[in-house]
């Protein structure tokens, strides 16, 4: 059965095509700074916004017209597999994400639960076998069942600790079965409400006894995925732990955690904790720990994360600038946690979410590749910050100087005339490399 017999196999057509239904961008072979265009992007594609989203909010039910809707249970878990391998195939999509919860149904039990999720990545391990698709990273949904309304790692309830705890020993043995890259951490409920009812030292200590099981857990069983966190501000608590990049590096930090993890940023969160997104990800790589991108875009206008696919080709260029910067994601990838508008509901729009997606990336690598090549960002820095690497500033930046040798500099010494940081002329070189092709 084609879940979608409309859609051919998406092809690369160039800028002057006007099918809808082709990259105009996105050359999964072509070479940018020795490396095809599909290693530097690595796509994935998020399981639960491409198949089991159905278009709630707040005011509306769902209305995504999706074949598979009509069956239930077993039977949708199977179905969505088949056609998540389907749309891979045509969306030229190698990777692919997941929550635990996202494959297969709860049971009556957590064994039930387990047992469903065994017949599912059986049928995935197939299908990967068959196609050649790789997982980029999987998870475990901690915070849609009731049983999380006060947390998961960071609950009041002990019992509900432990259910978190297996729910994660679990996970990680379907990442090692179906050859994980990574393995990601999300706090979803892991923050509070209200602070004068919250021990917030127990939370944290014990969200990193969790962390550190599932190191000593993966190391037992043989998974040498890199972990990752993705951190984000608030919702659907208002103060989530892992509020972002600096916040998460100091956690771990903190705790012993720092050489087993990296970080997954999303853009839409980076926006939320406001920051940009190349903040985001500058912070996590001179910190060495830049691990994977979710790639969306939220609505500046609208207060909550949207999931916008990504269309904006500033945010893109910037972040793969940061990227390139880095160099690459290491076992890391670009996961599009992004969902259709509500509007857009009929099953052809998942393609062409995805392929403005990917042009938008795919525009971004390029553009920020040729930035690189001709050091525009590197000598407009290195010339700002000149006065560092000769005199007093090599003292200061070889930590040499002290408070003595710079009191009896700054007494003999007028200061240098400051130099106009000309951020309108940077940004209109940004807009020039956009513009050429």
């Not at 190698?94 to 599912?120: K, M, W």
């Not at 705890?165 to 923050?191: P, S, T």
């Not at 926006?271 to 910190?287: M, S």
Request: contains cysteine.
């Amino acid at each position: 059965m084609s879940y979608f017999a409309t859609v051919n196999k998406i092809e690369y057509e160039g800028r002057q095509s006007s099918n809808p239904f082709a990259f105009k961008h996105y050359r999964p072979d072509e070479i940018v700074m020795g490396k095809p265009m599909s290693e530097h992007l690595r796509f994935a594609m998020a399981y639960w916004h491409t198949l089991t989203y159905g278009g709630t909010d707040p005011f509306g039910d769902a209305l995504m017209e999706r074949s598979w809707n009509r069956l239930s249970g077993m039977d949708l878990a199977k179905a969505r597999v088949e056609a998540a391998f389907e749309f891979m195939e045509k969306a030229n999509i190698d990777y692919f994400c997941f929550h635990d919860r996202d494959i297969a149904p709860e049971g009556d039990s957590l064994r039930e639960t387990n047992r469903n999720i065994d017949v599912i990545v059986s049928m995935m391990k197939e299908y990967m076998a068959s196609t050649g698709k790789k997982l980029l990273w999987n998870t475990q949904n901690m915070f849609t069942n009731p049983r999380f309304v006060h947390g998961a790692a960071t609950t009041c309830n002990a019992d509900v600790y432990a259910y978190a705890a297996a729910q994660v020993k679990k996970g990680l043995e379907v990442g090692k079965e179906l050859g994980a890259l990574n393995y990601v951490f999300w706090g979803g409920r892991e923050g509070y409400e209200l602070l004068q009812n919250t021990d917030m030292k127990l939370e944290l200590d014990n969200m990193a006894r969790l962390f550190h099981m599932a190191i000593d857990y993966a190391k037992e069983i043989g998974f040498d995925a890199q972990f990752l966190i993705e951190p984000k501000p608030k919702e659907p608590t208002k103060h989530q732990y892992d509020f972002d990049a600096a916040t998460t590096l100091a956690f771990l930090h903190q705790y012993g955690l720092k050489e087993h993890f990296k970080l997954n940023l999303e853009a839409n969160h980076a926006t939320l904790a406001g920051h940009t997104f190349d903040h985001e990800l500058r912070v996590a790589r001179i910190n060495g720990a830049l691990g994977s991108l979710d790639a969306n875009q939220g609505d500046l206008l609208l207060g909550w994360d949207t999931d916008e696919f990504p269309t904006d080709l500033y945010t893109t260029t910037l972040a793969m600038y940061e990227v390139l910067m880095n160099g690459g994601l290491g076992r890391g990838g670009i996961n599009f946690d992004a969902k259709v508008r509500r509007g857009s509901f009929e099953a052809e729009d998942l393609f062409l979410a995805h392929i403005a997606g990917m042009d938008a990336y795919a525009k971004g690598l390029k553009t920020a590749a040729k930035l690189l090549e001709d050091r525009v960002f590197e000598d407009m820095i290195a010339n700002r910050y000149s006065s560092f690497r000769e005199g007093i500033g090599q003292d200061i930046a070889s930590g040499t100087a002290t408070l003595k040798s710079l009191e009896e500099y700054a007494l003999n010494h007028d200061i240098r005339r400051n130099v106009s940081g000309r951020q309108e002329h940077v940004k209109s070189i940004l807009n020039m490399y956009l513009l050429a092709e």
